[in-house]
């Protein structure tokens, strides 16, 4: 299984831009199905032998050995507040899932991992909020008649790791209080993310609108045009997350550029999957410009550089 999963993974960004999400199906000891976008899986592996270092956080179970290189394991079910029962070696090992996101490598234990699925946009909806381990979710589908919950697994370390992403920017970079009130959208299905670059904007005295995803996005955009307004003359910029669900940032950026009405939006594309960009796919679908994730300070260069282009061209 762990080989054609790994073939599959490998053709993972074929779906990039068509509106399809790709979903690593997994299960974390019940009946229950999770998934996770495929585009943060590096690979798959039987659960192999942990190792405990000095200086690991208490939630990790460990560290495994993957390819030479020391990745920490966290387990998920346990996680998310779904805990996982533990497997039986004979008939049910565990399985490790290696992701890559926001510039490093973890693994995250799960009991049992079905297969690679493609779901169509429609198909996909917003979490319903109903306690804990539902603030972990970024989506909810349905696969075959089985209820998919979407696992946004950024959230799940930050929560973990205490990574709040609240860097702290030198004060003289904030914009000038008395020049032009610039607004930026922002764009991103992870709600640590959209912390993230909330906290950098407020710091940078800049308004944000925020979104979970690009079909929202894109119907929020032409709804102010459809009203009179200039989307462009109301943001200075748009910040897309490129892997989401409903409506990933490709096709958010595409249907910008093909709209008359939206195609002189700024787009900056912003991704935690550095590992798998692909500086000719943004060219192609015609953004302005790329920063992975998640460096608060370079961040905050490219918004301070075209928030400034703006203000000295009004």
């Known amino acids: 299984m762990s080989h ?11 779906l ?32 192999p032998e942990l190792f405990q270092v000095p200086g690991l956080p208490s939630q990790f179970s460990g560290v495994a050995d993957v390819r030479g290189r020391s990745v920490p394991v966290l387990d998920l079910g346990l996680a998310i507040g779904h805990p996982e029962r533990e497997p039986d070696a004979d008939t049910s090992p565990g399985y490790l899932v290696v992701t890559e996101f926001n510039r490093s490598i973890q693994g995250f234990l799960v009991s049992g991992v079905e297969r690679i ?15 804990a381990e539902s603030s972990y979710l970024t989506a909810v589908t349905r ?6 919950q979407v696992i946004d697994v950024e959230s799940v370390l930050a929560d973990i790791a205490q990574v709040r992403g609240e860097a702290v920017l030198d004060p003289a970079m904030a914009m000038p209080s ?17 912390q993230q670059i909330r906290s950098v904007l407020d710091q940078l ?3 944000a609108t925020l979104l979970s995803d690009g079909k929202q996005a894109l119907d929020h955009l032409l709804q102010i045009h459809a009203s009179g307004e200039n989307p462009a003359e109301r943001y200075a910029m748009v910040i897309s997350d ?4 409903a409506m990933d940032g490709y096709t958010l950026t595409t249907e910008i550029r093909r709209h008359p009405g939206l195609a002189g939006l ?3 594309l912003h991704t935690s999957l550095s590992g798998v960009f692909n500086n000719a796919m943004v060219e192609r679908v015609g953004a302005n410009a790329f920063v992975a994730k998640y460096s608060p300070h370079e961040l905050a260069d490219f918004v301070l550089d075209r928030l400034r282009k703006v203000a000295l061209a009004a």
């Open 242 to 245: 490129i892997e989401m669900p």
């Open 117 to 131: 699925v493609n779901i169509a946009v429609e198909d996909i909806h917003p979490p319903p909020e109903l306690g």
């Open 205 to 207: 005295g800049v308004g």
């Open 4 to 14: 054609d999963l790994l073939n599959r993974i490998d053709q993972r960004t074929r």
């Open 16 to 47: 990039a831009g068509h509106n399809r999400l790709a979903l690593l199906l997994f299960r974390l000891g019940g009946r229950q199905l999770f998934g996770v976008n495929v585009f943060k899986v590096q690979e798959v592996l039987r659960r």
């Open 266 to 268: 700024y787009v900056l």
């Open 178 to 194: 008395d020049g032009p009130q610039l607004q930026v959208l922002v764009v991103d299905d992870s709600r640590v993310a959209r």
């Open 143 to 148: 696969f075959q008649g089985e209820l998919i």
